[in-house]
């Protein structure tokens, strides 16, 4: 896993916009019925990549964030757009899903710690959690936009605001550094979201109308910007902790 600096985060919330914009412009460009198998086998390709090292490796990990992020969008509006479930309830629902993988999680290894991902079963763990918070978020962040009203951008500030609670409460109050990082990564789901939808969606829905396909490519370049920036200078990478030690 990387190192949790600044440009961790930075990275993050471009991919989860990336992903976003991506998934609606492949779901309006070729439909539902091949966008998503293709953002399936996309998925279990960066995977298989990914499991293939025993290390971090900036951009293998970084495609299963991305890929996980598409598929995620499309996970989370299937309950919505396809079954008709109202938003409330899919994001009830993708919110106990996490809370099941936590504990599962927690009650074979003993700890949720990133710092503690050094074997296969774990790392399996980490990356079930990571798209349960994806479609998670997505969920979440529909839900203020659209069924409480608020707005893309709107909603966007609203998670900025709820992003810095889990910052604050780690570096004033001592919040567990475990329980303040995956509060702030959930809530990178519906951060970018709502700026990707912000910039995608037509005035008519609070947006900039610039339309998926240019969105997907301005934020694709930006993603590419610093999962390269990461790579050539390893500045993530992780230095090696003392035996038995897995603290954030």
Known sequence: MPQIIILFWI????????GEATSDYMNQAIGPAIAVPIM??????ALKLQFKED??????????????????????????????????????FYAVVLALIFITWYRSEGT?????????????FYWATVLATFALGTAGGDLTATEWHLG?????LMFIALIA???????????NPVVAFWFAYIVTRPLGASFADWLDATHRLTGLALGAG???VGLAALVATAIGYLAVTRVDVQPALPEGVATL
């Open 11 to 18: 990275a993050k919330v471009l991919s989860t916009a990336m």
């Open 214 to 216: 240019p969105v997907t």
């Open 55 to 92: 290390r971090y490796v900036a951009w293998r990990y970084w495609l299963v964030v991305v890929m996980v992020a598409v598929f995620g969008t499309s996970a989370a509006d299937a309950l919505h757009v396809g079954l008709g479930i109202p938003y409330a309830l899919s994001t009830a």
């Open 112 to 124: 949720l710690s990133i710092h503690s991902i050094d074997t296969p079963r774990r790392e399996r």
């Open 40 to 45: 399936l086998i996309g998925l279990y390709l």
């Open 165 to 175: 609670v889990p910052a604050v409460a780690w570096w004033r109050f001592g919040l």
């Open 152 to 156: 893309f951008l709107p909603s966007g």
